[in-house]
């Protein structure tokens, strides 16, 4: 016997049966609403006046971030970190086999140099 799964999308403004999700975002932070046509249709109208006055800027895909302020990303000005690594290992410092390598152990290289 086969199966069909429907899946209904209920408007978050009144409860009825939305249309479609609508993204936006304020303040850094990304929404999805559920609405039906005529409540995506307010929404819009609400946010043209700033949207019209607003710059656009480039969406980050998701789940990607930028590197965290400990750590450098090996770049053509940034050391290798294969000697970086086996500079550490030699000079006895706590650094790990694989991944990266704590700007510490960076700076401690830098200075070595």
Same mark, same amino acid.
Do not use: C
């Given at each position: 016997?086969?199966?069909?799964?429907?899946?209904?999308?209920?408007?978050?403004?009144?409860?009825?049966?939305?249309?479609?999700?609508?993204?936006?975002?304020?303040?850094?932070?990304?929404?999805?609403?559920?609405?039906? &046509?005529?409540?995506?249709?307010?929404?819009?109208? !609400? *946010? =043209? #006046?700033?949207? @019209? %006055?607003? +710059?656009?800027?480039?969406?980050?895909?998701?789940?990607?971030?930028? &590197?965290?302020?400990?750590?450098?990303?090996?770049? !053509? *000005? =940034? #050391?290798?970190? @294969? %000697?970086? +690594?086996?500079?550490?290992?030699?000079?006895?410092?706590?650094?790990? &086999?694989?991944?990266?390598?704590?700007?510490?152990?960076?700076? =401690?290289?830098?200075? @070595?140099?």
């Amino acid at each position: 016997m086969a199966q069909r799964v429907v899946v209904t999308l209920s408007d978050d403004i009144d409860g009825g049966e939305a249309a479609e999700t609508v993204a936006f975002g304020l303040d850094g932070k990304m929404y999805e609403i559920d609405l039906n &046509a005529a409540n995506a249709k307010k929404l819009r109208k !609400a *946010l =043209a #006046p700033y949207l @019209a %006055a607003g +710059r656009k800027i480039p969406v980050r895909a998701a789940g990607r971030r930028s &590197a965290p302020a400990d750590s450098y990303t090996h770049t !053509a *000005l =940034a #050391p290798d970190p @294969a %000697a970086v +690594r086996a500079w550490a290992q030699s000079n006895k410092m706590d650094v790990p &086999a694989r991944g990266r390598i704590p700007k510490r152990v960076y700076e =401690a290289f830098r200075a @070595a140099s």
